[in-house]
C-alpha cells in the first residue's frame, strides 16, 4: 500500500496539476481573511461591532448570491476569460472600501459580489484533468482541496487577527486582495489545464441537470452542513463563556480543527473505492452520533474530545459532496454547480448563527448543539435518500459537439432523453485522452 505523502505526491506530480493548485491555494487564503479583516477595518474605522457585523453581513450575502453566476459566466465563456474581469472588479471594490469612497456597507457588497470562486474553479480543473481512466484519483484530489480550505481558515484568520491588534485594521483587507489578485491571476494564466468550453446546444441541455434530485440534493446536505457549522461556531463560544472560561473557547475550536485537517487528509490518502453516496450516508451518521452528546455533556475535556470527533467526520462529507456534485451534472455546468453548494453552505451557516445565538439565549449552549446535531441528522436523511439517486448519474462530456438521436436508449448510467456526447475532438479534449461513456468515479457514484 503506497504513503498517505506518497499519494498526495503522485497527485500533484500530474502534468500541469501543481501549476493551478498552488495558484489557487494563495488565493484561497486571501479569501478566508477578507471576511474578518472587513470587521477590523470597519471597527477600526466607526468604533461599533455592529456595523462591522452589518458590512460583514453584506459582504457574505452578496458572496453567496453572486457565485452561483460567476460561475455559470465561467462555465460559458472559460476561466481566462471571466476571472480577469472579476479580479479587476475585486481589486476596484476593495480600493473602494480602503479609502472609504462609499459607505462601508455598499463597498462590502461590492467586495462579495466580485470574489472570485477559487474553490469551484480548482476543482473543475481536477475533474477535467482527472478524466477518464484517472477518474478514481478526484477523491484524493477533492481531499486536497479540502486539506487546503481548513488550513486557510486555520491561518488566515489568525494572521487578520494578528495585523489587526497590532495597529494596523486595514493591513488585513489589504494583504488579502494581495492574494486573491495574485493568487487568481496566476491561476488565470494557466490555460493548459483550464476545463474545455462546450457548445450552446450542450449548455442548454445540461443546465436541467441543476434541477435533478441528485444534484439538488448535493446542495442541500452542503446547506446543511453549513448550519451544522454556524450553529458550532455560536454554541463553542456560548460553553466557554457560560463556564467562565472564554479562552478556552480558542482550544476547543483548534480541537476540532486539528481533527478535521487530519480526518480529511487521511481520507483522501486511504481512499480504496466503493460507493461514494453510501459512504457519505455513513459520514453523516457518524457525525450524527458524535454531535448528539454535545447536547448534555458539560465537562470540558469530554467536550473537546466529542468536537474533535466531529471534526473527523466533516472533511469526509465535504469531499464526497464533490465527488458527488460531478458525478451528478455534465461538465458543461459543472463550475456553477461547484458554486451553489459553496453558497448553500455560506447560506446555512449565517442563518444558524443567527438562529443558534437565539436558542443559546434561551436554553444555553446545549440548546446550540442541538441545532448543530439536528442538521447532522438532516444529512443523514438527505444522504440515506440519496442511495435511490444512482440511476441519475449524468455522463461527462468534455467536447463542444454532441449527437442526438429520437428517444435515444440510455447508455453508461446515463437517463433516456439525455443527447449522448460524441468522442473528443477538441485540441483540449486530445490532450486529456478520450474517454467515451462514463469515467470510474462516475461509475462507482452510481453504486
Not at 474578518?36 to 461599533?48: D, K
Not at 482550544?251 to 486511504?270: E, K, P, Q, R, S
Request: with cysteine.
Amino acid at each position: 500500500m503506497p504513503s498517505a505523502t506518497a499519494n498526495y505526491r503522485t497527485l500533484l506530480r500530474t502534468s500541469g496539476a501543481a501549476a493551478f493548485f498552488l495558484p489557487a491555494a494563495v488565493g484561497r487564503l486571501g479569501i478566508a481573511m477578507t471576511g474578518i479583516g472587513i470587521v477590523w477595518l470597519v471597527h477600526a474605522r466607526t468604533g461599533s461591532y455592529a456595523a462591522a457585523g452589518l458590512v460583514t453581513g453584506g459582504f457574505a450575502v452578496a458572496d453567496a448570491v453572486a457565485g452561483p453566476q460567476l460561475g455559470r459566466l465561467t462555465d460559458r465563456f472559460g476561466q481566462a476569460r471571466v476571472l480577469p474581469c472579476a479580479l479587476a472588479a475585486h481589486a476596484g471594490a476593495v480600493t473602494l472600501l480602503l479609502v472609504g469612497a462609499v459607505p462601508d456597507l455598499v463597498a462590502g457588497v461590492l467586495v462579495g459580489a466580485t470574489l472570485p470562486q477559487l474553490s469551484a474553479l480548482s476543482a473543475a480543473r481536477w475533474s477535467a484533468l482527472l478524466s477518464g481512466e484517472r477518474a478514481a484519483a478526484l477523491p484524493t484530489a477533492f481531499a486536497l482541496e479540502a486539506l487546503a480550505n481548513g488550513v486557510s481558515y486555520l491561518t488566515g484568520p489568525a494572521l487578520v487577527s494578528v495585523l489587526g491588534a497590532a495597529g494596523h485594521p486595514g493591513a488585513g483587507v489589504l494583504l488579502a486582495a494581495v492574494l486573491v489578485i495574485g493568487g487568481g491571476l496566476a491561476l488565470a494564466a494557466q490555460r493548459r489545464t483550464m476545463p474545455p468550453l462546450t457548445g450552446r446546444a450542450e449548455r442548454r441541455h445540461a443546465g436541467r441537470a441543476l434541477l435533478r434530485s441528485a444534484f439538488l440534493r448535493q446542495v442541500a446536505l452542503g446547506l446543511a452542513l453549513g448550519v451544522f457549522f454556524g450553529a458550532m461556531q455560536v454554541s463553542v463560544a456560548a460553553y466557554a463563556v457560560g463556564r467562565g472560561t472564554p479562552d478556552a473557547a480558542a482550544l476547543l475550536y483548534f480541537a476540532a480543527n486539528c481533527t478535521n485537517l487530519v480526518g480529511g487528509w487521511a481520507y483522501g490518502a486511504w481512499f480504496h473505492g466503493g460507493s461514494p453516496r453510501r459512504r457519505q450516508a455513513a459520514a453523516a451518521a457518524c457525525l450524527t452520533l458524535a454531535s448528539l452528546p454535545l447536547t448534555f455533556l458539560d465537562a470540558p475535556l469530554a467536550v473537546g474530545a466529542t468536537l474533535a470527533l466531529t471534526g473527523l467526520a466533516v472533511p469526509v462529507l465535504l469531499i464526497l459532496t464533490s465527488v458527488l456534485t460531478d458525478s451528478s451534472v455534465p461538465r458543461a455546468v459543472l463550475t456553477q454547480a461547484f458554486t451553489w453548494g459553496n453558497s448553500a453552505s455560506a447560506a446555512g451557516s449565517a442563518g444558524a448563527a443567527a438562529v443558534a445565538g437565539r436558542v443559546v439565549d434561551a436554553g444555553g449552549a446545549h440548546g446550540g448543539f442541538g441545532v448543530a446535531a439536528g442538521a447532522a441528522a438532516a444529512m443523514t436523511v438527505l444522504a440515506l435518500g440519496g442511495l435511490r439517486d444512482s440511476s441519475q448519474t449524468v455522463p461527462k462530456s468534455s467536447a463542444p459537439t454532441e449527437t442526438t438521436t429520437p428517444n435515444p436508449p440510455a447508455t453508461d448510467g446515463g437517463p433516456v432523453g439525455i443527447p449522448q456526447r460524441t468522442a473528443p475532438t477538441s485540441v483540449h479534449s486530445r490532450r486529456r485522452g478520450k474517454h467515451n461513456g462514463s469515467s470510474a468515479a462516475e461509475r462507482s457514484a452510481a453504486d
